[in-house]
Every structure is written in C-alpha cells, then in structure tokens.
C-alpha cells in the first residue's frame, strides 16, 4: 500500500477568490443540498458526523481470519450501520515523504526504534516483490523485508508521509461499489479512522480501496498486479464483460469530469459549469454506486458557491 493506500492523494483545491457572480443563489442552494446529503452519504475526514463509539470500551465488530487466495482478511461478526467506526490506529512509523538516503537504509534506521512488540506486528504482515537474492544471512536482510512490508501495506498519513498500521493493514482491496470502508488520517490526533461508507452485514468481507478506482477494469487490475501482485475479482471486476464495460465508462466519465472539475480553483471554467460537473459526478456516482468522496465534492459545492456570492 506504500505509495498507493495513499494513493487517492486527495489533493485539495484551494479556493480562489473570484469576482463576485450573480445567479448563485442556486448553486447556493445546491451546495446546501449537498451538504446535506454529504451528513449521510459522505466520508468526512474530521469524523465528526461519525458514531463516537469508543473503540477501547466496545467489542469490534469484526474478526482477521485466513481467507482463501487473499491471505488474511476482515469479516463483520455483526452487521455494521453505514458510517460506523471501524479503526483509531496510530502509525507503528512513518516514512516521510522525502528521504536523502536509499529507502532501504532508512529503514535500517527505523528498525531499531520499535520495540519487541512493534517489531513482531511489523513482521507479521504480508509483502509482495522482495529482492529475490536476498537472503537472511543478508545484513540488509530485515531492513529490505521491512522495506517491502512498507510498500505492500503504507497508507498515507497526510502531510507527513506514509505510515505503517498493523490492524487496518489486514484489510483487502475492492474496486468502486465492492468496498464498503474509507480510511482518513486525522491530522489533528495523528490516527488513522476507519468508517463504513455503506451498511456491511454480518459475515461480510470489510473492504477498502487501495487507491482511485475511477479508472477501467483492466488498468486497475494492472495496477493492483504490478503494486500487489494480485489478479482482481472483487464483486466488480468479475461482473460479466458487458455490465463491465457500462461500469468502466461510467468510473472513466467521473475521473474525467473530476479533472475537469480542478479546473475551477486555476479560473478555467466558471463556477456555474463547476456545479454542474458536480452534480453529474454525484449523479453518476449513484448510477455506479460509487459513494466515497462525497463529502469532498460536497465540500466543493460550498467552497464554489461561497467564493461567487455577492
Ligand atoms: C495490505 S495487504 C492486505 C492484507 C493481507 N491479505 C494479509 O494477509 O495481511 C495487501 C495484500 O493482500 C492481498 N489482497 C488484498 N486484496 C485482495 C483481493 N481483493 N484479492 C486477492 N488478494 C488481495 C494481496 O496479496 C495484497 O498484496
């Protein structure tokens, strides 16, 4: 997960201020009403709309058992409520995002400030691509084990690079509707939350997103090879070739209209047509049953309309 976990960068729009515009009062309204969606659909980083639920005081409502062809996994032990609690993990490390010295040797550096316990979480937790000489009586041999570890299971967490989280490690990947769990790193108590984005029953697989799905079948599984070295049949990719082909447009024109959406904070389209582009990603997204990221596209609607009202 190193680079990828983290992947959906989530870069921010900064908004510009623009002259003033008339004719929002409407797009006012949208955003509004895109807010309010947002309280139930969207994934918002702060968790504030979340269940409090302490996680130390509560059983979890899940168990990491052996699934086969996926390694570990998460199943539900109960039915889980949509924007339920799932995870509050702190890093066992992080990696920053900008190192001097070959990742490897980093590595070797950060080895030795966990303790016992981290370090058997650490080792515990599935690789892909290890040097294939390397061999334990290698000097490196830990250091390039833990290196691969980090990029099989890094999630990002945010500014400061991305961090290793031994629990919310064991979740596997699903693609646009199959996941049914978001991860955010909250700046502010340096943990990284788990919520349920949509009801998961009991028995159920917990899933999340390794990175942007909004892209065809055939490039994620491209890219779920070449980063996890696994062939992809989560409910979505092994839908029939033609309802997949339906589903790839409709992923493919709401990373289009995502792009053309960043558009508005350089001034290249105006905050009318921004709307619009928002509207028809929510509405495409339910078509698709895409549902994350809905709290930042309702967090766009605002930021759009606020910065065009008088
Ligand atoms: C971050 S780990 C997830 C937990 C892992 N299954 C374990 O045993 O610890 C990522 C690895 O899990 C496996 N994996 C994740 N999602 C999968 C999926 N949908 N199908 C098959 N394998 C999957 C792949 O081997 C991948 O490299």
């Given at each position: 997960?190193?680079q990828?976990?983290q992947?959906p ?9 623009r002259?003033s515009?008339s ?8 955003a509004?009403f ?38 570990k ?5 109960r ?17 920053p995002s900008?190192?001097?010295i ?17 370090r ?7 690789y ?5 000489n ?18 099989t299971n ?5 500014t ?22 978001v991860y ?9 939350v ?16 390794y990175?942007d ?12 090879q070449e980063?996890?070295?696994?062939h992809c ?8 070739d ?10 493919s ?6 792009n ?9 389209i ?29 967090a766009?609607?605002a ?6 009202s008088?």
């Amino acid at each position: 997960m190193a680079q990828t976990k983290q992947k959906p960068a989530k870069t921010k729009q900064q908004p510009q201020p623009r002259k003033s515009y008339s004719g929002l009062l409407l797009a006012l309204l949208v955003a509004a009403f895109s807010v309010l969606l947002a309280i139930f659909f969207g994934p918002w980083s702060n968790g504030s709309l979340y269940s409090t639920t302490n996680l130390n005081e509560t059983p979890r409502p899940y168990n990491v058992v052996d699934i086969p062809g996926k390694g570990k996994g998460v199943i539900a032990t109960r039915d889980i409520t949509r924007g339920e609690l799932l995870y509050k993990e702190s890093p066992l490390f992080i990696v920053p995002s900008q190192i001097s010295i070959p990742p490897a040797e980093l590595m070797g550096k950060i080895l030795p400030t966990l303790s016992k316990s981290q370090r058997a979480a650490l080792f515990n937790l599935s690789y892909v691509r290890l040097p294939p000489n390397l061999s334990k009586a290698d000097h490196d041999h830990d250091a390039q084990l833990a290196l691969a570890i980090t990029q099989t299971n890094g999630i990002s967490a945010g500014t400061r690079g991305v961090g290793v989280f031994p629990n919310v490690s064991r979740l596997n990947h699903g693609c646009s509707r199959a996941f049914n769990a978001v991860y955010n790193w909250r700046e502010k108590e340096q943990k990284l939350v788990v919520h349920a984005i949509r009801p998961i029953k009991e028995g159920q697989e917990i899933l999340t997103a390794y990175f942007d799905t909004r892209r065809p079948r055939r490039e994620r599984r491209a890219y779920l090879q070449e980063h996890y070295d696994f062939h992809c049949t989560c409910a979505v990719c092994s839908m029939p070739d033609v309802v997949s082909e339906v589903s790839d447009d409709r992923l493919s024109q709401m990373q289009n209209m995502q792009n053309e959406l960043a558009q508005w904070a350089q001034g290249k389209i105006e905050g009318d047509k921004a709307i619009h582009l928002i509207n028809e990603i929510w509405w495409v997204g339910s078509l698709e049953g895409y549902w994350s990221q809905r709290g930042r596209l309702a967090a766009d609607a605002a930021t759009v309309a606020l910065s065009h009202s008088e």
